[in-house]
């Protein structure tokens, strides 16, 4: 399948911040198993390029995959290297969006402002991470939405999750990025697909 068909068949991207090669297997698969169709690997994770290559070869076109906190161009080249298709930011840095464009790779730049907001999809993204979304809240995002373009999907990432996915979505929020409502180094496979199915059910909800 292709990204952008992925993405609207689940547009929710797990972040696996501190996610381990020896337990990227077991944990994607579990999230995969629940409906999760986009997963990342911060790049501030132990050995985060074995365990991209790892996912790579596990899904294949099945799944979209790649990394998180990706900040300089050569980290681009690195995880496309890796097999990532998938590249996330936390900020807006034109090169590394244009570098991830170039690679073919979905490119979600975080945002904060409209004018990172426009800076990010003159680079070439064509979709946008609202983060941390909390602090700002949906009056934010809402201000923000009467600008942007209206093709133009916005991630919320950072305080959203399962309890209150709902109203992000009303707001106009097109997907999500959930950290810790779905993983975390001591959570159990059992308990990283019971929490996937819990945050799917919400999603679709």
């Not at 995002?141 to 950072?158: C, E, F």
């Amino acid at each position: 399948m292709t990204a952008e068909a992925l993405l609207q068949e689940l547009p929710i991207v797990a972040i696996l911040r501190g996610v381990t090669p020896a337990r990227v297997e077991g944990v994607a698969a579990a999230l995969f198993e629940a409906g999760i169709r986009a997963i990342e690997v911060p790049l501030n994770s132990p050995q985060p390029f074995k365990s991209i290559e790892a996912l790579a070869k596990q899904f294949g076109a099945r799944c979209l995959t790649g990394a998180g906190t990706v900040l300089d161009t050569a980290n681009v080249d690195r995880v496309a290297d890796a097999g990532g298709t998938l590249l996330v930011t936390p900020n807006t840095n034109p090169a590394v969006i244009a570098r991830g464009v170039q690679k073919a790779m979905t490119v979600m730049p975080a945002f904060y402002t409209p004018s990172e907001g426009f800076l990010a999809l003159a680079a070439g993204a064509r979709y946008l991470k609202l983060f941390p979304a909390a602090t700002g809240g949906i009056d934010h995002l809402k201000a923000m939405l009467a600008v942007l373009p209206g093709d133009v999907a916005v991630y919320a990432v950072g305080g959203v999750g399962a309890g209150n996915m709902r109203e992000w979505k009303a707001a106009g929020a097109k997907g999500f990025g959930l950290g810790s409502d779905l993983f975390k180094p001591d959570f159990t496979d059992a308990e990283i697909a019971a929490r996937a199915r819990k945050c799917v059910a919400a999603f679709r909800g």
